[in-house]
């Protein structure tokens, strides 16, 4: 006869460190259609940090989280940051098992497409 586990109260408990939340939230974010990557280089580096990026808090049993993205040029900033806030909440939840209770989204960047040429109407 098979063994029966014991209740998950009883067996012990798992605990989510904040920066496997951090790790889950800043590659989720970069999934989100409109998200582009940047690595900051020279000078920019002292003060500017790779994006996406994440801090999380994890209280309770519940987590939050401050995303920092980059979006593209003529993508609606709003629109960006609304998908990036609903679809890192849904991974952060499917992949550690934590409620998400709020996702903080700052668009820190707009990148204008290298093949992008400025135009003038007169």
């Known amino acids: 006869m098979p063994d029966i586990l014991a209740p998950a109260a009883e067996r012990g408990r798992l605990d989510v460190h904040p920066r496997v939340v951090e790790a889950v939230?800043?590659?989720?974010?970069?999934?989100?259609?409109?998200?582009?990557?940047?690595?900051?280089?020279?000078?920019d580096s002292l003060v500017r940090h790779r994006l996406p990026g994440a801090d999380a808090r994890v209280d309770?049993?519940?987590a939050r989280l401050e995303v920092q993205v980059a979006t593209l040029w003529g993508r609606p900033a709003a629109d960006v940051a609304g998908?990036?806030?609903?679809?890192?909440?849904a991974r952060v939840t499917e992949l550690t098992g934590l409620p998400v209770?709020?996702?903080?989204?700052?668009?820190?960047?707009?990148?204008v497409p290298e093949d992008r040429h400025d135009r003038r109407v007169l």
Do not use: C, D, I
């Not at 939230?25 to 000078?43: D, I, K, M, Q």
């Not at 998908?83 to 909440?89: C, K, L, T």
């Open 83 to 89: 998908r990036v806030q609903r679809h890192v909440a």
């Open 60 to 62: 309770a049993g519940r």
């Open 101 to 111: 209770e709020a996702v903080h989204v700052t668009v820190a960047a707009v990148v």
């Open 25 to 43: 939230g800043r590659r989720s974010a970069g999934e989100v259609e409109g998200v582009v990557p940047t690595r900051p280089t020279g000078l």
